[in-house]
Nanobody, 121 residues
Framework: QVQLVESGGGLVQAGGSLRLSCAAS????????LAWFRQAPGKEREFVAS????????RYADSVKGRFIINRDNVKNTVYLQMNSLKPEDTAVYYC??????????????WGQGTQVTVSS
């Protein structure tokens, strides 16, 4: 059974940084594309960043490009989201997502439980 467990959320001031982690189990991690989504109160869940299984190609939402970095560790079965220069509009619950295959589009069927990120002004 696939399990994704996020951690690293919290409260930070605007301009600060956080690193989110998503530890995966129950899957052949290196064969999965991985992504981060977020959902702010009253808004739909939106794509933040992704990293493919092959070659590690990454993609970012325009709103976070240049500030966030996604990377994966296939030894630790963990995907990270380094968030820098945080803004109040980054406040949301952040979710990890996984999808089997190469060069996949997201979201996949596997979700974590989410971790809250709150950025104060």
């Amino acid at each position: 059974q696939v399990q994704l467990v996020e951690s690293g959320g919290g409260l930070v001031q605007a301009g600060g940084s956080l690193r989110l982690s998503c530890a995966a189990s129950g899957l052949s991690f290196s064969n999965y594309g991985l992504a981060w989504f977020r959902q702010a109160p009253g808004k739909e869940r939106e794509f933040v960043a992704s990293v493919q299984s092959r070659g590690g190609r990454t993609r970012y939402a325009d709103s976070v490009k240049g500030r966030f970095i996604i990377n994966r560790d296939n030894v630790k079965n963990t995907v990270y989201l380094q968030m820098n220069s945080l803004k109040p509009e980054d406040t949301a619950v952040y979710y990890c997502n996984a999808k089997y295959g190469d060069y996949v589009s997201f979201p996949g069927n596997h979700w974590g439980q989410g971790t809250q990120v709150t950025v104060s002004s």
